[in-house]
Nanobody
Framework: QRHPVESGGGSVTAGGSLRLSCAASRDTFSRNAMAWFRQAPGKEREWVATIDSTGTNTDYADSVKGRFTISQDNAGNTVFLQMNSLIPDDTALYFC?????????????????WGQGTQVTVSS
């Protein structure tokens, strides 16, 4: 079965928190930057956050800055997305992806190894 694999999604009320996890193979995790994307029904897939291969440099979409935190556990080959102060607009299918080695890190075309997604639903 292909990796990465996302987990941790669920249904919460506005203001709540969730932590998403992305499990990837050791080779993929150690050699490539990782990112989270999300896609809501009827909307284009959008970039959410990126973490570099060392886990020291991160970047976020403006819509989630100050609320979401991307991090990694190298020993566990896992990337996390801590989501706080959730709002209904955060409702989407969240994907984890490993960078393929070229292209800008905000573009989905730059990532070659995708998970199947985990659903996040935020109600008002």
């Amino acid at each position: 079965q292909r990796h990465p694999v996302e987990s941790g999604g669920g249904s919460v009320t506005a203001g709540g928190s969730l932590r998403l996890s992305c499990a990837a193979s050791r080779d993929t995790f150690s050699r490539n930057a990782m990112a989270w994307f999300r896609q809501a029904p009827g909307k284009e897939r959008e970039w959410v956050a990126t973490i570099d291969s060392t886990g020291t440099n991160t970047d976020y979409a403006d819509s989630v800055k100050g609320r979401f935190t991307i991090s990694q556990d190298n020993a566990g080959n896992t990337v996390f997305l801590q989501m706080n102060s959730l709002i209904p607009d955060d409702t989407a299918l969240y994907f984890c992806a490993a960078r393929s080695g070229s292209g800008g890190y905000r573009y989905q075309s730059s990532y070659g190894d995708w998970g199947q997604g985990t659903q996040v639903t935020v109600s008002s």
